[in-house]
């Protein structure tokens, strides 16, 4: 999907700035460049590792209906990768990518992932978008022992030694948006909306449970549409009959064009009507436009306008990479961690080997995060922060509030199960 960069093929002024670019990605305690072991010291299970190449695999759908969502992931986990070829590479080894796609079909995800795995070896996985398709892959991650690197923001009620979730898990994302649309908004009427699959149903049954049983709330509507779904007709007379405080919101992939289409044609605006979601980024904005979604909101912990260092420096190479329109969100800044803490673990365990790797990832510290400051947990989750931010005419967000502290990840919430 994308080609291979080499820094060397870049005019010398344009080397300079790109490698100076490369500091922002930089894992903290860990040097620039890696030098190479025997490789019968690194890799002692059979991955495919060489004295000069490490091989990872990339599993996503390029096509389907979720090629709106995981295009981003596709893109960053290929610049960071191309960042740490450009730094030295992993135990001095250049990373080699096979990229499989998924195609939105979650047995494709499953028979891919086994192609990776014991087909080509790979010493580790970057990919997966929904639930679905994680659910898919984890048996098959589990009996290989593969380690899989999943960036999107998800359910919890999961811990798997094979893999580590980039993304938030849900007390940082739903509990934290709730409790927003409670104390900024009064709100306390909630319609829930999602498509149908293992995601949007978990978080709405966490969500449900937070709003009747935590903050006295009220659902009175909860709907869901199959992925892929246009037709929402129905669902704008069902929510002009309730009126909500709030609607909670989470339609994904290419049915949110659809989706906020059919509510600004129903009058449902964001200067009428509160509205959270949990899966609109800068990605699928592209596609909705910022004329359906302006005055919504969207909870997430990381927006591409983000103002910190690390993230101008993130933006300017993404840019210069996929070229100055191309726009990042969540999931897509999430993947973009994927190989950084994959490349620390390595490097703490100086080793290939899954399960050393494993024992080296809690703990891992990135200062440089486009996000900000993140280490993961012991549970394979980050510490994060958390987000709201309304989306803009121009497309764009802007944050209107933000966790004091890094949230503690909590997959496994007491009273939510």
């Known amino acids: 999907m994308t080609s291979r960069f080499d820094a060397s093929d870049a005019p010398e002024s344009s080397r300079r ?18 030098h190479a072991q025997a490789t019968s010291a690194v890799n002692t299970t059979k991955l495919a590792v060489t004295d000069t190449e490490v091989t990872v695999g990339q599993l996503h759908s390029a096509t389907g209906t979720m090629a709106i969502s ?20 992993v135990l001095g080894r250049k990373i080699k990518v096979i990229k499989e796609d998924g195609a939105s079909d979650w047995p494709t995800f499953a028979e891919k992932a086994k192609k ?18 994680r659910k ?11 380690l899989l690197y999943y960036p999107t923001f998800y359910e919890g009620l999961e811990q798997s030694k094979n893999v580590i979730y980039t993304g938030q898990e849900a007390t940082q994302q739903i509990l ?25 149903r978990t978080s709405m ?31 704008m007379n069902k929510i002009k009959v309730q009126k909500p405080d709030c609607l909670f919101v989470a339609v994904v992939g290419g049915s949110n064009v659809a989706f906020y289409k059919a509510l600004k044609a129903a009058g449902i605006t964001g200067d009428k009507q509160l509205l959270v979601t949990l899966a609109v980024t800068e990605d699928e904005m592209t596609g909705v436009g910022g004329e359906n979604f302006k005055g919504f909101y969207s909870s997430m912990k990381y927006f591409q306008s983000l103002d910190n260092d690390n993230n101008k420096k993130f933006v300017e190479a993404f840019k210069a990479k996929y070229g100055p329109n191309s726009v990042i969100g969540d999931v897509t800044q999430a993947g973009y961690l994927g190989p950084w ?53 121009d497309a764009t967000f802007k944050v209107v509030s933000e966790s004091p502290d890094l949230i503690k990840p909590d997959p496994f919430p007491k009273g939510y199960q």
């Open 341 to 393: 803490l994959w490349k620390a673990a390595v490097e703490k365990a100086k080793s290939f080997d899954v399960d050393k790797v494993v024992a080296a990832s809690p703990g891992i510290e990135l200062k440089t995060a486009p996000e900000g400051y993140v280490k993961l947990d012991a549970n394979h989750h980050l510490w994060s922060k958390s987000r709201i931010a309304q989306g803009q005419a």
């Open 205 to 235: 049954k966490i969500a449900r449970k937070h709003i009747e049983n935590f903050q006295k709330g009220k659902v009175v509507g909860e709907e869901y549409y199959p992925l892929g779904s246009t037709n929402f007709g129905s669902l």
């Open 136 to 146: 898919a892959v984890l048996p098959v991650f589990e009996k290989e022992n593969g």
């Open 17 to 34: 700035r790109l490698l100076q670019a490369l500091g922002a990605a930089s894992v903290a305690g860990l040097p620039s460049f890696s």
């Open 176 to 200: 934290y948006s709730l409790d927003w649309a409670k104390k900024e908004k009064n709100a306390k009427s909630f319609f829930l909306i999602g498509s149908d699959y293992i995601w949007p």
């Open 116 to 133: 990776l795995l014991i087909s080509d070896h790979c010493a580790a996985v970057f990919g997966c978008w929904t639930s679905a398709s």
């Open 70 to 89: 995981e295009t981003g992931s596709i893109q960053a986990e290929q610049l960071a990768i191309d960042q740490i070829n450009a730094m030295g590479g």
